[in-house]
């Protein structure tokens, strides 16, 4: 459990109790915008089913299968049946995929919505109909489209990709017809952020912040963003595609790019590339849908890995695939004039050997027991739900996934060194208690511990769980609020 995996849930949750889509942690559950609707929705139902997380992890798993049955089914129509299948299943093995489809985040859920879409694209482009307006599978493209926008925000990319198509094989109608219904997709979702008196999308915000983490650091130049847009596509380059659509190579993120990884990873973007023109009609989305995804990561201002790249890694793989298939056919055949010179299943038989060490580490990992550090803040999370009403307010550093486990009130404190606007910050929040834990977030030790430490008389030691110690801390708020009036 992390904070963006319990956000779904308690979003799921209040869907699926029928209070709409609020924030159940906080003081008078208000409506939210944080994340978009689409994955809690899908969570809803099997939510109000039972309360169970390992339920909603199997239906990730059930939707990874459905977007790989779709690239399938797309793929067989543009290359070999053979070669599809080779494509599809070394895509499933890769072990970044697979370790998402077993996280309660909209990755998975993002990814069978795509891969719709993609289907859904092939169909409508060789239905023979004349009349391009009645074929269901436009309207159905648009939907599908519009909900993984509706799912994840990074969907703007897939509008980009399908539009950027069906301009460059003249379709301007069509294409006209479908922004149109994309942004009618759209627009329940922004009403009701309008109704609701919310901001605008937060992403926006998190875009231009020099650090999502300190927002004291201020917002980005213009400058500044271009520079961390090239200083995170080298990163890509150079690490997160080759590290994780091969995933037996291992990379430092923090080192500097050699010159070996620059080669290395331009070498198998070209093969991607390659790959990708063996689709022929569809390479040109392709390309665009990939490189506007990488685009919007390049944008990013947290430190981002190869996690954002996930919901592209099966088009990357399948790209790799067709792409080394390709060569090596086209090798094989000027040596020793075969024509059909082998079967791409066969190369299953390498990725399974090449992934099979990444995917019994990522199982391994899971099975481990919970570090202490998490183990403390869960148990101060059990033992407020059991000890505590309800009505409580707690203040940690990772409040959602404290209510998860204690189902009372929760809130941040607020990311400043100043430690009399944290003390306000409480006050307004209506904290009972604090929890310091040790968690190893830098917020924590950076605002929260010296705040602490200047105002002993206003926090008393409640409970302490585990080692390290998480400590539950009782907040004396009518004590705070005098000491501050009387400044």
């Known amino acids: 459990m992390n904070g963006d995996t319990s956000q779904y849930y308690i979003y799921a949750t209040s869907l699926a109790q029928g209070e709409g889509y609020t924030e159940l942690g906080t003081l008078g559950h208000p409506p939210t915008n944080g994340f978009p609707p689409g994955y809690p929705l899908l969570m809803a139902p099997l939510r109000a089913l039972t309360p169970s997380i390992v339920a909603q992890k199997i239906q990730n798993g059930v939707m990874l299968f459905g977007a790989m049955l779709l690239l399938f089914f797309f793929l067989r129509k543009v290359v070999p049946q053979p070669l599809a299948l080779t494509a599809v299943l070394i895509a499933l093995l890769n072990y970044r995929v697979l370790q998402f489809a077993s996280i309660m985040m909209s990755e998975t859920a993002y990814l069978l919505f795509s891969t719709l879409a993609i289907w859904l694209l092939y169909r409508f482009d060789t239905d023979t109909s004349p009349k391009w307006w009645k074929r269901p599978w436009f309207y159905l493209l648009i939907l599908a489209a519009g909900y993984g926008y509706m799912i994840r925000t990074q969907g703007i990319t897939l509008m980009v990709g399908i539009t950027i198509w069906m301009l460059c094989i003249r379709k301007w109608r069509q294409t006209i017809g479908f922004v149109t219904g994309f942004a009618i997709t759209t627009l329940p979702w922004t009403f009701r952020n309008h109704l609701a008196g919310l901001g605008p999308n937060r992403y926006l915000d998190q875009l231009l912040a020099v650090n999502i983490w300190q927002p004291d650091a201020g917002q980005v130049s213009f400058g500044e963003l271009i520079e961390r847009g090239f200083n995170t596509l080298q990163m890509l380059v150079t690490k997160a595609i080759p590290n994780t659509v091969t995933p037996y190579l291992n990379v430092d993120y923090e080192a500097t790019a050699t010159f070996g990884e620059w080669m290395t990873g331009l070498i198998l973007i070209t093969i991607i590339l390659f790959g990708y023109w063996r689709l022929k009609r569809y390479f040109g989305f ?85 570090p202490p550090q998490l183990s403390g803040f869960i148990d101060a999370a059990r033992t407020v739900q059991k000890r505590l009403p309800s009505e409580t307010v707690v203040c940690c550093r990772k409040p959602s996934v404290f209510y998860v486990y204690a189902g009372c009130h929760v809130c941040n404190f607020q990311y400043t060194a100043d430690d009399e606007q944290l003390i306000r910050g409480l006050i307004n929040s209506q904290a009972d208690y604090v929890l310091l834990d040790q968690l190893g977030y830098a917020a924590t030790w950076q605002y929260l511990y010296p705040a602490i430490q200047k105002h002993q008389e206003l926090f008393s030691v409640v409970a302490t769980f585990r080692v390290p110690q998480t400590v539950l801390l009782h907040f004396d708020r009518e004590a705070a609020e005098l000491k501050l009036k009387s400044k």
């Open 286 to 370: 392709f390309l665009v849908y990939s490189a506007a995804v990488i685009g919007i990561i390049c944008l990013w201002s947290a430190p981002s890995g190869n996690r954002y790249i996930t919901t592209l890694v099966p088009l990357l793989e399948i790209g790799l695939v067709i792409g080394v298939y390709t060569l090596i056919e086209i090798g094989l055949r000027s040596r020793f004039n075969i024509r059909h010179v082998f079967s791409p299943l066969w190369l299953l038989i390498p990725a399974l050997l090449l992934a099979g060490g990444h995917i019994r580490s990522v199982a391994a990992e899971v099975r481990r027991p919970l």
